[in-house]
Nanobody
Framework: QVQLVESGGGLVQAGGSLRLSCAPSGLTVTSYGMGWFRQAPGKEREFVGAISRSYSIGYYADSVKGRFTISRDNAKNTVYLQMNSLKPEDTAVYYC??????????????????WGQGTRVTVSS
């Protein structure tokens, strides 16, 4: 059984940083493309970024490009989302997800087979 567990969310002031972690069980992060999505209150879930299975290429939404970085620690079987220069509009529940084998459309939620339960990030102004 696959489970993705996010951690690292919390309350931070604008301009601050947080690092989210995603530690899957039942799958290895080297075998899957991994993505992060977020959902703010009253809004639809949106793509934040992803890291490809091969070559660890990062893909980012325009809204976070240059501020957020996705990385992968193969030894710890963990994917990270480093968030810098946080803004109040980054406030949301952040979800980690694993891409369906054979899919490479990282920005589409339907490309993902497994999802975590989410971790809340609140950025105060």
């Amino acid at each position: 059984q696959v489970q993705l567990v996010e951690s690292g969310g919390g309350l931070v002031q604008a301009g601050g940083s947080l690092r989210l972690s995603c530690a899957p069980s039942g799958l290895t992060v080297t075998s899957y493309g991994m993505g992060w999505f977020r959902q703010a209150p009253g809004k639809e879930r949106e793509f934040v970024g992803a890291i490809s299975r091969s070559y660890s290429i990062g893909y980012y939404a325009d809204s976070v490009k240059g501020r957020f970085t996705i990385s992968r620690d193969n030894a710890k079987n963990t994917v990270y989302l480093q968030m810098n220069s946080l803004k109040p509009e980054d406030t949301a529940v952040y979800y980690c997800a694993a891409v369906r084998p054979g899919y490479s459309t990282y920005k589409t939620a339907g490309s993902y087979a497994y999802w975590g339960q989410g971790t809340r990030v609140t950025v105060s102004s």
